[in-house]
Structures are given as structure tokens and as C-alpha cells.
């Protein structure tokens, strides 16, 4: 099924794994969505596949706004959902969270987040409204009209990095 039918899916059983073919995963392959916004529900894991090991260890699995629309959203009420091993590109919003909205508690881990842009409202790369942990990701490359190009967190929000890059976004 497609990723969106996954995560429709999880959302309907109130929780989901979702991983991706190996077969057709086995090289890098993107996403790219045509019909608006990824939803990620509460108790939902995304995990992409990788490649190689420690210093060479590359994903896979590219999900791409295809420059239209963001590409994740995490809404209010949200609870232990994650996102790990993608690279999130392409997203655009007119309102913030190009890459990522996120209004919930959500976990990005061993992820790039790059190439996205809003034109109003913060967050290029990423929109943090309630609570976000980002480890082991970079966030580079994500552009903004206003404030917070590759993450904006304003106040009344929490965002804790481990281990992450946050640099290049304009």
C-alpha cells in the first residue's frame, strides 16, 4: 500500500509501525506526494530503510512536497509518533512547517530535513508548537519569507536536539 494508506491505517487501528519494501527499497527511491499533506497519527512510527554502516550510512526513502504542499503534519492532541532514517525535501506551506508541522510530541531521528520553504509563518524546515526531539538529524537548506528557516520553536513550545545540525537555512 502507499505510505499514505499506511498511515491511514494507523490512524484508524490507533497506532502503527510503518516500514518500507526491501525489495523495492533496496536502492534510494522518493515519494512524492500529489495529493497534499502526510498525517501522522498518535503511536505511529515512519522508519525508512538504510544503507551502509556508521560514517557511510545512508537513507533510502526521500519524501518529497514535490514543492506544493508541506510534507508531514503532526496535529494537536498527537502523541508518541516518530519519524526516522527519511529525508523530508520539497515541502512547501503559505503557513509554516514546510517539512514538518508539528502541533503534537513528535521524535525525528537519523533524518535530513532540507529543501523546504514557507512563505509566511516560521519554520522552513520545521514548525514546533508543542513538544520535538530531533537526534542524530541535520536540518540544512530550508528557506523562510520571516523567521525560524530551518526550525522555528516559538514561545510555549519545546524542542530538544541531540546530536543534530541545524545550519545553512536561510
Known amino acids: 500500500c502507499s505510505l499514505r494508506d499506511a ?3 494507523a490512524a ?10 526491501a525489495t523495492k527499497f533496496a536502492t ?5 506526494l500529489g495529493s497534499g499533506t502526510l498525517t501522522l497519527p498518535s503511536n505511529t ?8 554502516s556508521g560514517a557511510s550510512l545512508t537513507n ?9 504542499t508541506p510534507v508531514f503534519t503532526v496535529g494537536s492532541g498527537v502523541v508518541n509518533a516518530s519519524i526516522s532514517n527519511l529525508i523530508i525535501t520539497g515541502g512547501n506551506s503559505s503557513s509554516g512547517g514546510g517539512g514538518i508541522y508539528n502541533n503534537g510530541v513528535l521524535t525525528v531521528s537519523n533524518s535530513t530535513i532540507t ?15 508543542a513538544t520535538l526531539t530531533v537526534k542524530n538529524s541535520s536540518i540544512t ?17 519545546t524542542a530538544t ?3 543534530s545540525t541545524v545550519a545553512a537555512n536561510t
Open 141 to 157: 537548506g530550508n528557506t523562510v519569507a520571516s523567521i525560524g528557516a530551518g526550525l522555528y520553536n516559538p514561545t510555549g513550545a
Open 115 to 129: 529543501g523546504n520553504k514557507t512563505s509566511s509563518g516560521g519554520g522552513g524546515g520545521i514548525l514546533n508548537l
Open 60 to 68: 533510502l526513502v526521500t519524501v518529497s512536497g514535490d514543492g506544493s
Open 12 to 21: 484508524n487501528s490507533g497506532a502503527g509501525n510503518i516500514t518500507f519494501d
Open 161 to 163: 536536539l541531540i546530536n
Open 45 to 52: 512510527t515512519v522508519q525508512g530503510r538504510t544503507t551502509g
Open 7 to 9: 498511515l491511514l491505517a
Open 28 to 32: 534510494a527511491q522518493t515519494i512524492g
